[in-house]
Nanobody, 118 residues
Framework: QVQLVESGGGLAQPGGSLRLSCAAS????????MNWYRQAPGKQRELVAS???????NYADSVKGRFTISRDNAKNTVYVQMDSLKPEDTAVYYC????????????WGQGTQVTVSS
């Protein structure tokens, strides 16, 4: 059974920091590209950050320079360090694991709420 379990969400002040973690089980973690998505109320889910099996990273323009994604294959865990948080970063953040091109295997976590407010 595949599980992606996010943690680390909560309330932060503008300019503050949070670190989200996503622990994976039931998959060969090192073979999956790991992604963080977010969905704000009334908006579509958007890709925030990605890290490939080789460690290459990609970020949405809105978080570039503020968020850092990383992975620890020994712990089957992906992280996103979120600094200089803004109110517009408020959303539910989801962990995603994806592998394959013609046949795609994809799994989602349950999401964790991040609220940025003074």
């Amino acid at each position: 059974q595949v599980q992606l379990v996010e943690s680390g969400g909560g309330l932060a002040q503008p300019g503050g920091s949070l670190r989200l973690s996503c622990a994976a089980s039931g998959i060969t973690f090192s073979t999956y590209t790991m992604n963080w998505y977010r969905q704000a109320p009334g908006k579509q889910r958007e890709l925030v950050a990605s890290i490939t099996t080789g460690g290459s990273t990609n970020y949405a323009d809105s978080v570039k320079g503020r968020f850092t994604i990383s992975r620890d294959n020994a712990k089957n865990t992906v992280y996103v360090q979120m600094d200089s948080l803004k109110p517009e970063d408020t959303a539910v953040y989801y962990c995603n694991a994806r592998r394959g091109l013609s046949i795609v295997l994809e799994y989602w976590g349950q999401g964790t709420q991040v609220t940025v407010s003074s």
